[in-house]
């Protein structure tokens, strides 16, 4: 299993550019989740899809759209990219009471 | 305002015991402590998580003080793989807000 896996791992884009950041997890899990980790603090969550055809907002969802494809598969969307948004994303998704994490996708906007 | 609040950083010596605490005064009654850790470049790992009752595992104990406003996690035997970032995080009801706070960055002594 590869459990959850993450592209790219790296981007740099400029202000206003588009682009999509890509998860998928192996797991058959029914929980996904996309987070965003600034220098020096915790993840905070972005979005949610507790289940196949599901979204809900999180904490800080402003700026940004998802999708869940299919059971595998949820995108993070950036439509307008503002420097605010430099950050490390991490997908997640959940069995239970445990979330398991990709390796991040490291974003920085000029 | 951030829901859990840990120091910054603490220090260990390698083979002691290592407590870890956490102040979460506003936790609801249904929220649940659960308690990840961060290795450099990475995203987080499971350790514990609980709800009124101390737990143990294989890698950690949790402590959850008696008004349930504050809790401890308790490495029995620190090792230099144990250095890492720790994030006390409230987890409601629903098991798809989690809550990170700002994490205690721990450094192992050999």
């Known amino acids: 299993n590869a459990g959850v896996t993450q592209t790219p791992k790296f981007q740099v884009l400029k202000t206003g550019q588009s682009m999509t950041l890509q998860c998928a997890q192996d797991?058959?899990?029914?929980?996904m989740y996309w987070y965003r980790q600034d220098p020096g603090m915790g993840l905070r969550l972005i979005y949610y899809?507790?289940?196949?055809?599901?979204?809900d907002k999180g904490e800080v969802p402003n700026g940004y759209n998802v999708s869940r494809l299919n059971k595998r598969e949820f995108s993070l969307r950036l439509e307008s990219a503002a420097p605010s948004q430099t950050s490390v994303y991490f997908c997640?998704?959940?069995?239970?009471?445990?979330?398991?994490f990709g390796p991040g996708t490291r974003l920085t906007v000029l | 305002d951030a829901k859990t609040t840990q120091p910054n950083s603490m220090e260990s010596n390698e083979e002691e015991p290592v407590h870890l605490p956490c102040n979460h005064s506003?936790?609801?009654?249904?929220?649940?402590i659960h308690w990840y850790r961060q290795l450099p470049s990475q995203g987080p790992e499971y350790v514990i998580h609980?709800?009124?009752s101390n737990v143990n595992n294989r890698m950690a104990s949790l402590a959850i003080a008696e008004d349930r406003k504050s809790s401890t996690l308790i490495l029995h035997r620190a090792t230099l793989r144990d250095a890492a970032v720790y994030y006390c995080?409230?987890?409601?009801?629903?098991?798809?807000?989690?809550?990170f706070g700002t994490g205690t960055s721990l450094t192992v002594i050999p």
């Open positions: 997640a998704s959940r069995w239970g009471f445990e979330q398991f």
């Open positions: 797991m058959n899990h029914n929980s």
């Open positions: 899809s507790a289940s196949e055809g599901t979204t």
């Open positions: 506003t936790i609801s009654g249904t929220d649940y």
């Open positions: 609980g709800l009124t």
């Open positions: 995080i409230l987890r409601d009801n629903t098991g798809n807000q989690f809550y």
